[in-house]
């Protein structure tokens, strides 16, 4: 093999390719998050700690890192560079945008640069739809019937499409924003996905929880904003997917369990803070993984938190899926020249070629 074909060609895959592959196959993209957890689960992964760039101009913001690699069937590196922009909103779009890197096992070199912001949004959907199946069954509950989103931007409208492409159907939708010109606007998404449950748009916080038996947290909060335990005496069945909008009264009343223990322990999430209040680790009761391993007991007499921090071999093995696809079908946009020189000394041709 000459050294050209070691190194391999390097792809760029725009939003619309990763939109057309995921689009429509919520079920495939659970499948896959499943396994990834699985993967990371038996140890088979490498997950460091994500690195947060802040800035002291800017203080809502930060750019993110989470590198990681994913063995499994899938053995691929990778890196995911994700911008939170909060103020993004008020013109308009979206918080968030990203771009993932994946680099091929065996040489390291880039294999491709994918639009990413699609791939996050449906890897957090997907665990999160993973996360309320499995949660229910494993307490002995019914699948719920009475959703509650607080926040209703991007994640949430993923988190919907996802469950609904998964199967469930819901009785009664509740929404809160905020904004109510966003809660208005979720709603008018809501009646254009052809959801059949009733739609209601709740004042506070506390109604729409008080009436949901799935609550779904995707917000923009740095801290925590709910505090009464008593909002939850229903123990209905909680997203945390924001991570902060709970207050560690909430989460030392609940089972609690998470994607990742050591990731999640930091950064001041609402299980950072349980932590930090408790001095100890005794108010969580396992991982996901523990759940899908049938590892762990979960209550069905207390409210049950899923508070995941976001695993970056989740998105390796969605953006891995994505990319595989897209050379399946012919319609790789390969950067002819990419690595220019492929030879120690200078010898040789250039990579880069389909």
Request: hydrophobic residues 40%.
């Amino acid at each position: 093999m000459t050294k050209e074909e070691l190194v391999p060609p390097f792809a760029v895959i725009p939003g619309s390719q990763v939109h057309s592959i995921l689009t429509g196959h919520e079920q495939r993209t659970i499948d896959l998050v499943e396994a990834a957890y699985r993967v990371h689960g038996e140890g088979d992964t490498v997950n460091p700690p994500s690195y947060f760039l802040r800035f002291p101009d800017r203080p809502s913001a930060r750019i993110i890192a989470l590198p990681a690699s994913l063995g499994g069937g899938t053995r691929v590196d990778g890196l995911k560079w994700i911008s939170s922009f909060p103020e993004n909103v008020k013109a308009g779009i979206p918080r968030a945008s990203a771009v993932l890197v994946l680099n091929d096992y065996d040489t390291g070199y880039p294999l491709a640069c994918l639009e990413s912001s699609i791939i996050s949004a449906a890897r957090t959907a997907a665990s999160a739809a993973l996360a309320a199946d499995r949660l229910s069954r494993a307490s002995g509950r019914a699948r719920p019937k009475k959703v509650g989103f607080i926040g209703t931007g991007f994640i949430s409208r993923h988190i919907h499409t996802y469950l609904s492409g998964a199967g469930w159907q819901f009785d009664e939708v509740g929404v809160h924003d905020l904004s109510a010109a966003y809660a208005g606007d979720f709603r008018a998404y809501l009646e254009g996905s052809g959801e059949r449950g009733r739609i209601t748009v709740h004042d506070s916080a506390e109604d729409l929880i008080r009436s949901s038996d799935l609550v779904v947290f995707a917000t923009v909060a740095a801290a925590p904003h709910v505090h009464e335990p008593g909002w939850f005496a229903h123990n209905p069945l909680v997203l945390n997917v924001s991570l902060r909008d709970l207050a560690p009264e909430i989460l030392l009343a609940s089972a609690n369990v998470l994607d990742d223990v050591e990731h999640c322990l930091k950064a001041d999430t609402s299980p950072h803070l349980t932590e930090k209040l408790t001095g100890n680790r005794e108010f969580i009761d396992g991982t996901l993984y523990d759940v899908l391993a049938g590892k762990v007991e979960i209550p069905a007499d207390r409210p049950v938190i899923f508070s995941p921090f976001g695993l970056g071999v989740l998105d390796l093995a969605v953006g891995k899926h994505v990319y595989d696809e897209v050379l399946r079908r012919g319609e790789a946009q390969v950067i002819e020249g990419f690595f220019h020189e492929v030879d120690r000394y200078g010898r040789g041709t250039t990579s880069g070629r389909s």
